[in-house]
């Protein structure tokens, strides 16, 4: 039998791993998966409605310590406006199945927006885990983005530094906000995978 100190465990928990019965991930410069799922006004939204803007992809879990790391620092919120300033839509979707971490209703998702300040195009519900089988999302928070053709350009990180703690948002590399400008702007990506980090996804058995 294998033993995890406290310290191993929580190194264990953010590993990039693959649940069960996820899909392989999609190429880089292939069509973004589509996707039809209701938002939390109950509103049925496709990734493909879409198509003619760059799109933003976070995957979420509001009680997850990396996300609430990037949400109390007001980091992701910055990076929602941000987006939404350069006609970016930004998307965040919430794949935790009813019972597990993160599950949120619409109007808990509403509620959760509102009291966090956050500003994102919709949150999309994803209680059946379909659209993170089709992006092979393994973390919260995970990020993708999509250029105005519908093809994936990134997916990873949010940043580059490994942590729960507020005070290494600034001094991280900030990937993902490096990549939607590049993005919107037409431009080769430095880098267009990187490791995500975070919680795990737990996917939905139905």
């Not at 979420?60 to 609430?68: A, G, K, L």
């Not at 998307?91 to 019972?99: C, E, I, N, Q």
């Not at 998702?109 to 089709?134: C, E, F, G, I």
């Amino acid at each position: 039998m294998v033993l995890l100190t406290r310290r191993g465990a929580l190194a264990a928990a953010t590993l990039p791993l693959i649940p069960a019965f996820a899909s392989a991930a999609p190429a880089i410069g292939s069509a973004a998966p589509d996707f039809a799922l209701p938002d939390q006004d109950g509103t049925v939204r496709r990734l493909s409605e879409f198509r003619g803007r760059t799109v933003v992809l976070e995957w979420t879990n509001h009680d997850c310590p990396y996300v609430r790391k990037h949400y109390n620092s007001s980091n992701m919120q910055t990076l929602q406006r941000d987006a939404a300033s350069r006609n970016i839509v930004w998307l965040t979707v919430a794949s935790s199945p009813r019972g597990e971490q993160g599950y949120v209703t619409g109007p808990e998702a509403k509620a959760l927006t509102a009291s966090r300040n956050a500003a994102p195009a919709a949150v999309l519900l994803d209680h059946r885990s379909q659209a993170a089988r089709a992006y092979a999302a393994t973390t919260t928070p995970g990020m993708y983005v999509i250029d105005a053709e519908g093809r994936l350009r990134y997916m990873g990180a949010i940043d580059s530094i490994r942590s729960t703690r507020v005070e290494d948002v600034a001094r991280a590399e900030p990937f993902l906000r490096d990549a939607m400008i590049a993005v919107q702007e037409g431009r080769q990506l430095e880098r267009a995978v990187t490791p995500s980090y975070g919680c795990v996804i737990k996917y939905s058995d139905a």
